[in-house]
Each structure stands twice: as C-alpha cells, then as structure tokens.
C-alpha cells in the first residue's frame, strides 16, 4: 500500500465512522545480532460495521540481504543479520476487531488484497 492510497483510507474511514484514536507509534525490529530496524506504525481505531475496528499499515526498510553467522561448535545454531536499504520500505496493512470476549484484537483474514468498509 502506497502513502497515498493509506491516506485515502484514513480519510475514507474518518468520513464514514467515529473516530476513537489515531496514532503513529515507532516499530522497532532487531535482528539477531542486536541491530534495530526501525520503523514506523501508523493506527487509526474507530467503530466500524463490525464494532471496534482497527487499521494499521506499518512502514519498514526492505531487507536487502540476510547475513548467517555460524559458529564453530556442533550445537551452536546460526545468527542472522539483516541488511536493509536506507531509500527503499515496504508496507504492510493489517485489520483488526475488537473481541468483547476475549478483551484483545483479532486479525481479520484480508488475502483476497482488498477491503471495503
């Protein structure tokens, strides 16, 4: 999902529904050997058709390359070390309902690669 088409959403969902809370939160990644990927989670929670509904679309370096460190003894496993891009970031969208029951957020299943409020 492109900024723009996330921006689009936004705006759709504030003129459609009640708007409980919109933040962006950072999102930080470390990768084996202690390097932070760092990125950024934008979140905007309203009342939707199905309830309390959450969208979030969270922004991260493309990994260009993962780097194994091994060590010598037999049982010792593989660390990896991810190389990302300073230029290029990938997004992922992912939505969200609030389960009464349970208290917490359930994801709700988009791989068709569209949704429509």
Known sequence: MTDEKWEDLKENIREKFKVLEEKTEPDIMTDDIGNEIKGEKD????????GKMKVTKT????????????????????????????TEFTNKLEVFSWDELAQKWKEIDTRGGSISF
């Open 43 to 50: 979140i905007i929670i309203f009342e939707g058709p199905a």
């Open 59 to 86: 922004k991260r370096p493309v990994i260009l390359d993962k780097k194994s460190h091994y060590h010598k003894t037999q049982a010792g496993k593989a660390l990896i070390e991810y190389i990302v891009s300073d």
